[in-house]
């Protein structure tokens, strides 16, 4: 449900297809929105299937949501320096519940204003 946008950067959005209704987006405010959606969403497919309206429950396993690309980004003045730090906690696309427990992340500092400027 992540998406990556050109002119918002990354949303919670999926697509909603409902019978005589062109698709639409539904996009979440926080990530927590978003998971509670897709847990209903699950749910509610197994009760489907359960019912006999759908021929198979939907697999979790299915909706597993990459991470590869999001970032935490936060900016600081630190000694007259404006500060961008941002970290790509998942970036080899590594999961949060992956086998060995470890994941590479990356962070980046750059300075904003004096552009270029050096750090000690």
């Not at 539904?26 to 699950?42: H, P, S, V």
């Not at 900016?75 to 999961?95: A, R, T």
Request: glycine share 8%.
């Amino acid at each position: 449900m992540l998406t990556h946008t050109l002119c918002d950067g990354w949303v919670n959005t999926w697509t909603v297809t409902e019978p005589g209704k062109p698709e639409h987006p539904e996009t979440f405010a926080t990530r927590e929105e978003a998971d509670q959606a897709l847990a209903d969403y699950l749910e509610e497919g197994c009760f489907s299937a359960e019912a006999g309206d759908l021929a198979e429950a939907p697999e979790p396993d299915d909706y597993i949501v990459s991470r590869i690309d999001y970032a935490e980004t936060a900016f600081v003045d630190w000694q007259g320096i404006e500060i961008e730090v941002s970290c790509k906690p998942y970036w080899l696309g590594s999961l949060d519940d992956a086998d060995d427990g470890f994941n590479t992340a990356h962070l980046e500092i750059r300075a904003l204003r004096p552009e270029g400027g050096s750090f000690p």
